[in-house]
Nanobody, 116 residues
Framework: QVQFVESGGGLVQPGGSLRLSCAAS????????MGWYRQDPGKPRELVAR???????TYGDSVKGRFTISRDDAKNTVYLQMNSLKSEDTAVYYC?????WGLGYWGQGTQVTVSS
């Protein structure tokens, strides 16, 4: 069984910043990819950013230049620094990790609301 502790979500004004973190624990070994996805009600879940074990990153087009993903393998933790937030960034953000064997696990989600 895999457990996640996600933190850092909340309410922020447009132009502000938030930092999300997600720590994975339990029966999870040899994590390959770590990433963040987000979902608005009625819309499909979309990629925000992901990072490989070697440090290669991929970002969704709408967040390039504003968000930065990083990871700490010693802590099985992935971070998402979000700057210059916009109202359209409002969503539930989900942590996702994938092992070298292709097994994927989702966090429970954390709400990010950008509003004045």
């Amino acid at each position: 069984q895999v457990q996640f502790v996600e933190s850092g979500g909340g309410l922020v004004q447009p132009g502000g910043s938030l930092r999300l973190s997600c720590a994975a624990s339990g029966s999870i070994f040899s994590i390959s990819l770590m990433g963040w996805y987000r979902q608005d009600p009625g819309k499909p879940r979309e990629l925000v950013a992901r990072i490989s074990r070697g440090g290669s990153t991929t970002y969704g087009d709408s967040v390039k230049g504003r968000f930065t993903i990083s990871r700490d393998d010693a802590k099985n933790t992935v971070y998402l620094q979000m700057n210059s937030l916009k109202s359209e960034d409002t969503a539930v953000y989900y942590c996702h990790v994938e092992t070298i064997w292709g097994l994927g696990y989702w966090g429970q989600g954390t709400q990010v609301t950008v509003s004045s």
